[in-house]
């Protein structure tokens, strides 16, 4: 997955205050292992907690990405990838309402096309 500069910057700070584990691991469990799902859980829950958060799981995040990402211009092809979604389908399925409408673009493109044709082009000839 691609970081942002201000996820690495982000990234590097926390590093430089919690080095990886022997195992070369950068977020672990307190036996310095891989933090799994149901841990990783508690961890959420208290760091909402300390920032006054409530009501905000992690999924909620995943779709703040997504959301994000499509905001910005993101393809389905991108996002899918992003969220490691099997097919862009899936993608499809739950966020092609965030993707802006494209009306006003068809129509433009239409009325170009249209608008540059020769006269005796536009429209058929009375026979």
Known sequence: MPLSTSTIK???EYMSKFPPGPDGLVFTNTENGALRRSA?????????????????????LRHY???LL????????????????????ETLDTYSHLWPDEEEQTRTAIDLVMSTRPPEAAAPSAA
């Open 10 to 12: 982000a990234l590097k």
């Open 40 to 60: 990783f859980w508690d961890t959420w829950r208290r760091a909402l907690k300390a920032a006054n958060f409530s009501g905000f799981t992690f999924h909620d």
């Open 65 to 67: 990405y997504a959301s």
């Open 70 to 89: 499509i905001r910005h211009g993101a393809s389905v092809k991108a996002v899918q990838a992003r969220l490691g979604h099997k097919n862009a389908s």
